[in-house]
């Protein structure tokens, strides 16, 4: 076969190649064939060394028209080609942007924890510091060294989960200032919020597990006077100015002198309603200066120093905030009740 032929055959063979070719793949791979390095019409100039010199001009004439000819169709193809796979590319890849999406739910807080980040707010602003304890507690920490020995009439009022004889489920967040007291040289401010227990009914009103925030400040010449100041810098904080406190008379072993603390009832702002059973008032804090025995049992010098403690319901402010009626809602997880609080 002379060359021409040859030129001749391997063009008609790209042609009918050519025909077949459906994506740049495969045009590629016949581009390489034809005029790659090692391809069809470069092993033909190879043989051009064999011609004798004089027919060299002509034939590599005819070899160079091959080759421009092969890489204009494959050209031409290969642009087509590019048009075609762009256009169903972007048929395949359109966005339908009125398809109805899944509504994404975010979580959020309970509202026990809304109330508490609230409350924290107001006493981390006046210095106090948030000191987290066990649930289960040594009868030590939660009674004994509260001024409460085994025996006494008072721990009856708090109707404890045993779990060993001297080992319980805590009945409010004091054992956590008794374990302060212990660790820490006065002064010291801390609030301590958590979960408590008690064997109480389940209802409307009560709870076996409820929350608590109790606080404790111990210095020098801490008096009465800063527990009613604290108090109702805090009342009037955490919900507006025209909020006042009213002491009472009351007793804790914990605390001498005690009181129970009321705040102007959120509801009415003091006219009477149903919230407050028409008093004005709601109570929401016990409250006291810290017995000198207590600060004695947990090595502070009662001569030196001094201090108040004071500890509120959670719950029951988290309810009066959000005007729940049921604190059984509070605890039973119901995602209708829940969601409501975002
Ligand atoms: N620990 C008390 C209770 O749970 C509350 C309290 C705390 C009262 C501090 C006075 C002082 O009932």
Same mark, same amino acid.
């Given at each position: ?249 009351? @007793? ?57 403690? @004071? ?25 209708? @009740? ?5």
């Amino acid at each position: 076969m002379n060359i021409q032929e040859n030129i001749d055959h391997l063009l008609e063979h790209l042609q009918a190649d050519l025909c077949e070719v459906v994506d740049s793949q495969t045009l590629e791979a016949l581009r390489l064939r034809v005029l790659g390095r090692k391809g069809e019409i470069t092993t033909l100039m190879r043989v051009l060394g064999q011609v004798p010199p004089e027919e060299r001009p002509a034939i590599g004439q005819l070899i160079n028209d091959a080759r421009e000819k092969a890489a204009g169709w494959l050209d031409t193809l290969a642009m087509r080609i590019a048009v075609h796979e762009r256009t169903e590319a972007l048929a395949r890849e359109t966005i339908d942007v009125t398809q109805p999406m899944w509504e994404r739910r975010l979580g959020n807080l309970h509202p026990i924890n809304l109330a508490l980040d609230e409350i924290l707010d107001v006493f981390t602003g006046m210095g106090f510091e948030a000191v987290e304890g066990p649930e289960v507690e040594l009868d030590l920490y939660n009674f004994e060294l509260l001024n409460l020995p085994k025996n006494h009439p008072s721990r009856d009022a708090q109707d404890t989960f045993y779990i060993e004889e001297n080992i319980v489920l805590r009945t409010h967040t004091s054992p956590v200032q008794a374990r302060t007291m212990l660790e820490r040289k006065p002064p010291i401010r801390i609030v301590c919020p958590g979960r408590v227990y008690r064997a109480d009914e389940f209802d409307a009103t009560h709870s076996p597990v409820f929350h608590q925030l109790e606080g404790l400040m111990i210095d020098e010449d801490v008096t009465m006077g800063d527990l009613k100041g604290t108090l109702d810098a805090f009342a009037k904080r955490l919900y507006d100015p025209d909020i006042a406190t009213r002491f009472r008379p009351s @007793f804790f072993p914990f605390t001498e002198p005690s009181a129970e603390v009321d705040l102007t009832c959120v509801s009415c702002r003091g006219q009477g309603c149903r919230v407050c059973k028409g008093t004005g008032w709601i109570e929401v804090l016990g409250a006291g200066m810290v017995n000198p025995k207590v600060l004695e049992l947990c090595g502070i010098d009662s001569q030196k120093y001094s201090g108040f403690a @004071f500890g509120m319901g959670l719950d029951r402010i988290a309810l009066l905030r959000y005007g729940v009626q049921d604190l059984r809602l509070m605890f039973e997880g119901d995602m209708r @009740f829940l969601r409501q609080f975002r």
